[in-house]
Structure formats: structure tokens, C-alpha cells
């Protein structure tokens, strides 16, 4: 039997809504939609802007069908404190805002500490380094906050105003103030940060099911409304990307690894370096290693080389079959997991006056795969096993990127065939809450390698002496 499920993503500058046919274990897009914050589709930070957005989005789904259960997502380490009048009491920060960088330098824990308690080291991306620096602008920020919320249930209690106040472990990890190992939130941490432990939600289960939407003019049963996770971790649901061996990449605005990790199978001398988190579902950690700005990199460069979106697509056709001596770090955000730095700059090398367009085009999509090849690396030193890459985001489109990255690093990749991995996911978690056992998962399509020039050992080894002496630079 065919049953339905939707789902919602709160992404950075847009949302994402989707309806999936769930069967066996294979789901269908069925239906989706996407809704800019603003005309300039810069970051929003106005939940308002959101509210505006899911309603439209949600007004549009339940005219196409009325699914079983719609599932959350969105984008991670977010900071929305409330208080007891649900008025929000600080600036909303997003996970690119590192405001709270040097806030957090000033904390009292070194980084083995950090990992001792927390599993992760400290990032000033993560939710608790945008807390410390909103109660340095604001020393009453702890005694006026009543809630701290994640992006996805602060619009789910938008939806449903009795809705249970909850997260999902995965979101929860991103807040810096929760152990992946004990599974609880970090009283030592709380207690130095300020943090009011009342504030913060109760731990739940991603495919739990936390509260109701009943669409205007609708008589029929409300419409359960289920927990969710962050977005890397529903787009790994619905690739797949949540069993061992299977890993989920991820090609939006970052170029994100991420590695299925049995709890037991974690090494006793971890040292944080990969992002930690548990998926929020299922039996397995996620062990998270990025490039953090892989989307704005790839729209620089079309923009820097002056080309529309179908030039920039037909010249990377030519890539394939191309070899070329300049070399590319693609940090043009910083470098990320497991060498996260955000001071760490791109650059260029073997630049020549002979140096064309399609040189630079291919040398950028060499340092992308060559980058991930480095994470792959790193992280089964780490224990990790890696069978298959499963492929998902809005970079996808760009086909010979997919087909260079299978050659460089060589290990079987496939791509699914919705770019919405991440709403999907979301419904599925919302499938899961009703379907026992349910292992539905979107199709996929084999990315082929053969067809690609293969990159010499010479050009690697550059490479990488390219990139250790950026990671080595003092002035960096």
C-alpha cells in the first residue's frame, strides 16, 4: 500500500517543502516546492520571514495531498532564545555567524577538555559560542530566557503551539552543551556558559512524534507533526547514508562527508577533529567532515570566469577529458572538519600566463575531490568503514564534478535522483513514526569514473604539498 508523507527544510536562505510516496522500500518524490526568504536570497535571520514561508509552503502541500505525518529538518547550530512571553530576547544567529569566535577563545576548558565533555571541539559556528557572545551583549540574557531553540522546532511550535518543547540528539550535539557518550546534556558546561538548564528542551527521539497541524477547512484527522533531525542527517536518511559503510555526501552550500559510526566501534583516544553527533534515529553516530563553503565556491568561480550557468556547465563538460597543472585549495570559507579553521584562506598554484578558463574549472574541481579523498582518508584512519559515497544536493547538477570525484578518490559513487535529500529525509523520519521497520530509501544512479583524464601521482603530490604548507602557514 502507497501511503504519503511530507516533509519540511528550513534551510538558510530558503525553505524546502516535499510530499513522498512511501512503498516497500522505495519512496517517490511526489511533489516539491521551494520558497526564497527575500528578494536577494541572502541568509535569513527573521523568524517571521520563516513563519511567512511555511505557511505558503504548507498551504501548497495539503492542496496537492494531505500526508500521514510531515517531518522536520534544517539547518544546525542556530541560536533563538525566547523568552517567557515567546518574545525573542537576542539576535537570531544562523551557523555562519561567528560573532561568538573570541567569546568562546575566553572559555575556561582546553580542547581535550572540550572532547572530554562533549565529544566535539569547540567551533564557534556551534550554538553555544552565539550564546556566549549574546550574553556579553546582554548580561541578563540568562535570567530573561525561558527557551533555547534549534531553527526546525522553533517553527514546528509555530505550526503547533502546544507542541511538546523538543530536540533530537543530532541538533542537540550541535549545541556544544550536549555528550554524545552520555547521552545528556553537560552540567559543567551549563553552569559555566550561564545556561539555565529549564531553557533547554527534552532529548527525543528524530522520528518521534511531537505535535499536530490541522490545515484550515480541513474536518478530517490532524496531521502529525514528527521531531525531525538536521539536515545532514535526514539527507544521510534518505540516501541511505545512516548504515555502515554508506556515506552520505552532501553538495549545497557546504560539501559535507558524512560516516555511519557504531557507537561501540569508537575509538577510546578520540580526538573531536570530525564533528561527532548522533544521527537523532537508529543505532549509529555521525561522524561529520566538511568543506565548508563548496557552493559559493563553485558560483565565485563561474562569476570570476564571467559565465552564465549554461557556459559554466558546458566548459565543465570539457573538464573530463582535460589535464592541467594548476592547483586549487578550495577553502574559500575556511577549511573544515577534520582540520577545521575558518582563518584558512583559498589559493592557487602553477598559475601561468598560458593558464585558460578550463584549467581553472578543472583545477578547482581536482582540489573538491582531492579534498574529500583527504576526509575519506582521515576518517577511516578513524575506524570508520567506506563502501559507497551516495550523492545529494543542489551541486549535483554539475555532472563531470560528480564523475571527477569518483575517479579521485575511487570508491564507488552514486547520486539520487532528488536534489532535496534533506526534505526527504524529513519525511521519511515522519514514515518511520508509523511504519515499523520502515527502510524506504530514494532511488540511486551509479556516477561513472572511467571517462575522466586521471589525475598523475605527480599532480597529487603537489597537491598535497600545496595544502600542507597552508595548513603550516603562520600567517594564516
Given amino acids: 500500500m502507497t501511503r504519503i508523507f511530507g516533509g519540511i527544510d528550513l534551510g538558510t536562505s530558503s525553505m524546502k517543502a516535499v510530499l513522498v510516496e512511501v512503498e516497500g522500500d522505495h519512496c517517490r518524490l511526489v511533489w516539491s516546492s521551494t520558497q526564497a526568504y527575500n528578494d536577494e536570497g541572502a541568509p535569513e535571520r527573521n523568524p517571521a520571514q520563516w513563519w511567512r514561508v511555511a505557511n505558503i509552503l504548507l498551504d501548497e502541500m495539503v492542496n496537492v495531498a494531505l500526508p500521514e505525518a510531515i517531518g522536520f529538518s534544517g539547518q544546525m547550530h542556530t ?17 555562519l555567524d561567528m560573532d561568538g569566535d573570541a567569546a568562546l577563545a575566553r572559555f575556561p576548558l582546553t580542547q581535550s577538555e572540550w572532547v572530554a565533555k562533549t565529544a566535539n571541539i569547540p567551533l564557534p559556528d556551534f550554538t553555544l559560542a552565539k550564546w556566549l557572545w549574546a550574553k556579553e551583549q546582554n548580561p ?27 530536540t533530537d540528539r543530532n541538533e542537540a550535539a550541535g549545541m556544544q552543551c550536549y555528550d554524545a557518550i552520555t547521552d545528556d546534556w553537560e552540567s559543567g558546561i551549563l ?4 545556561i539555565p538548564p529549564s531553557a533547554l528542551p527534552q532529548l527525543d527521539d528524530a522520528k518521534a512524534i511531537s505535535g499536530v ?49 557504531r557507537k561501540e566501534n569508537l575509538s577510546s583516544d578520540w580526538t573531536g577533529d570530525f564533528h561527532l553527533f548522533p544521527f537523532g534515529f537508529g543505532e549509529h553516530l555521525q561522524v561529520i567532515g566538511t ?44 577549511s573544515g572538519a577534520p582540520e577545521p579553521n575558518h582563518k584558512i ?19 578547482a574541481f581536482n582540489g573538491i575531490a582531492l579534498e574529500f579523498a583527504h576526509i575519506v582518508t582521515q576518517a577511516k584512519a578513524c575506524g570508520v568503514e567506506v563502501s559507497a559515497l551516495h550523492f545529494s544536493g543542489g551541486g549535483t547538477h554539475i555532472q563531470p564534478l560528480l564523475h571527477i570525484i569518483a575517479q579521485v578518490t575511487a ?66
Fill in 191 to 194: 553552569e559555566m556558559a550561564d
Fill in 411 to 476: 570508491v564507488p559513487c552514486f547520486v539520487s535522483d532528488s536534489a532535496d535529500a534533506s526534505a526527504v529525509g524529513a519525511a521519511l523520519l515522519a514514515a518511520d513514526a508509523l511504519i515499523p521497520d520502515n527502510r524506504a530509501v530514494l532511488s540511486m544512479s551509479e556516477v561513472p569514473s572511467s571517462t575522466v583524464k586521471a589525475l598523475s601521482d605527480a599532480y597529487r603530490g603537489q597537491w598535497h604539498q600545496h595544502r600542507a604548507m597552508a595548513m603550516r602557514s603562520p600567517t594564516r
Fill in 79 to 95: 541560536l533563538l532564545a525566547v523568552d517567557d512571553k515567546k518574545q525573542l530576547i537576542a539576535p537570531v544567529k544562523l551557523w
Fill in 213 to 261: 497541524y490541522a490545515p484550515k477547512d480541513h474536518r478530517g484527522e490532524p496531521i502529525l507533526l514528527v521531531t525531525g533531525a538536521g539536515d545532514q542527517a535526514t539527507a544521510a536518511r534518505a540516501v541511505g547514508g545512516y548504515r555502515s559503510g554508506i556515506v552520505s555526501v552532501s553538495l549545497g552550500t557546504s560539501g559535507v562527508l558524512s560516516f555511519p559510526l
Fill in 291 to 334: 568543506i565548508p563553503a563548496l557552493g559559493p565556491t563553485l558560483l565565485w568561480l563561474q562569476r570570476t570566469l564571467n559565465l552564465s550557468r549554461e557556459a559554466f556547465i558546458a566548459l565543465s563538460e570539457k573538464t573530463l577529458g582535460h589535464e592541467t597543472e594548476v592547483l586549487f585549495l578550495p577553502f574559500l570559507s575556511g
Fill in 345 to 363: 584562506t583559498a589559493s592557487w598554484g602553477n598559475l601561468t600566463v598560458h593558464s585558460s578558463n578550463l584549467d581553472l574549472v578543472r583545477a
Fill in 140 to 166: 541578563a540574557l540568562p535570567r530573561q530566557t525561558s527557551r533555547l531553540y534549534c531553527a526546525k522546532d522553533y517553527l514546528r511550535q509555530l505550526i503547533d503551539p502546544s507542541a511538546r518543547f523538543v
